[in-house]
């Protein structure tokens, strides 16, 4: 297959680049490097820096590489700052994202996989969540990411778009082994926070509410390992390329772990007291959020293989040291 990885120089595309060289896999990479590290991309990709947005320049690549696939992961996806910046992701998700989609028509790409997020949710009437819950986005970030959910709902039933779009619950954890991993700035994610506390580089962790109606008082999430989240990519293309139905899949393990939960496993792993402030909650957070997965393993047979919480705080910290 050859692939056109948008946002392969940032987190979770750097894993899949690599996922898909590792497979075998020829891999091009269309990144602006607005978030990401051109220092993260496989040296046996192709890079390509420049906008999605840009509909004719990214269509003359579609068709210069004879682009079988896209895996499109470049974005803004910072939940706060969507609330007070909302055109940069109206415009930097939605926006572009519909120009990527007029090059990938017109190149008559054969399958379209879209990052996407348990934000287009929003607060959950019931946990786990399942494919079917009713959107009710509660920050631009979330509404952006469904309205270009909509997007491809429409352009598959008009002009045969084939598309799956993967709704990502809390991605951590690294492949450290191949010198990849989170690097965010600034960073806004549980875990790296966590570590960087245990690194010396923070003095403390600050704990977003403690009276949430959850058994300790802290926000419940579904952690997925990155490298779990890449395999779930490759079935779903695997999938689509087979001939099957274009849909939207929950990623994650169908197990949520509290805040406290977290900083304990990193205390385990680190050895590092990690001392706590309990800080007020953060705007837009639901209490719980937890997928419900049988979906994904029913249709692409995804199974998360290395998504228990010690093995990707482990991973994590190894990276980070
Ligand atoms: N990290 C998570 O927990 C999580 C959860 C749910 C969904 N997601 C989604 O997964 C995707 C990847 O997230 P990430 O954490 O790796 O983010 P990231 O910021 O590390 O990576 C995004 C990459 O896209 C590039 N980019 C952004 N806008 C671009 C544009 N217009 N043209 C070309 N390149 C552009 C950036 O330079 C960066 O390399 C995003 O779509 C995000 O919304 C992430
Ligand atoms: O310094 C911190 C950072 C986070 N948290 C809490 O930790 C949990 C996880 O937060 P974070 O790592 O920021 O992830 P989320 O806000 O859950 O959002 C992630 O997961 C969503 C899907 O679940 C995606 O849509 C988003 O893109 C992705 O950033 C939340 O309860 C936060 O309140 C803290 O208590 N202290």
């Not at 420049?50 to 320049?57: F, L, R, T, Y």
Request: hydrophobic share 40%.
């Amino acid at each position: 297959m050859r692939a056109l990885v948008t946002g392969g120089a940032g987190y979770i595309g750097s894993h899949m680049v690599r996922t898909l060289l590792d497979a075998g896999h020829d891999v091009t990479v269309l990144d602006d490097l607005s978030t990401g590290h051109r220092d993260a991309v496989a040296n046996e990709a192709r890079f390509v820096q420049g906008d999605v947005a840009d509909s004719s320049e990214v269509l003359a690549l579609l068709r210069d590489a004879k682009t079988d696939a896209i895996f499109h992961f470049a974005a803004k996806s910072r939940v706060e700052e969507s609330v007070t910046d909302p055109r940069r992701y109206f415009q930097g998700n939605l926006t572009a994202t519909l120009g990527l989609l007029e090059a990938t028509l017109d190149a008559k790409v054969g399958a379209f996989v879209l990052s996407s997020t348990a934000a287009v949710y929003g607060t959950p009437d019931e946990v786990p969540i399942d494919e079917e819950h009713p959107k009710r986005p509660v920050n631009p970030y979330g509404e952006t990411k469904l309205a270009i959910e909509r997007a491809l709902e429409a352009y598959g039933r008009a002009y045969g778009l084939r598309w799956s779009s993967l709704r990502y619950f809390n991605a951590a954890g690294a492949y450290h082994q191949v010198g990849l991993g989170e690097r965010h700035s600034p960073e806004t994610h549980l875990l790296p926070i966590i570590l960087d506390v245990a690194r010396g580089k923070r003095p403390a962790i600050n704990v977003y509410g403690t009276t949430w109606p959850t058994p300790d008082g802290t926000c419940i999430r579904d952690y997925i390992h990155v490298r779990d989240l890449c395999d779930a990519h490759l079935g779903a293309v695997d999938f689509l390329r087979k001939g099957g139905e274009s849909g939207a899949f929950n990623l994650g393990t169908g197990r949520g772990h509290s805040v406290r939960e977290v900083i304990d496993a990193a205390r385990r792993v680190t050895g590092h007291a990690i001392p706590v402030v309990e800080a007020p909650t953060r705007a837009g957070d639901p209490a719980i959020l937890v997928a419900k997965v049988e979906r994904a393993a029913r249709i692409l047979g995804f199974q998360a293989k290395r998504s228990n919480l010690e093995e990707i705080v482990a991973d994590a910290w190894a990276f980070m040291r």
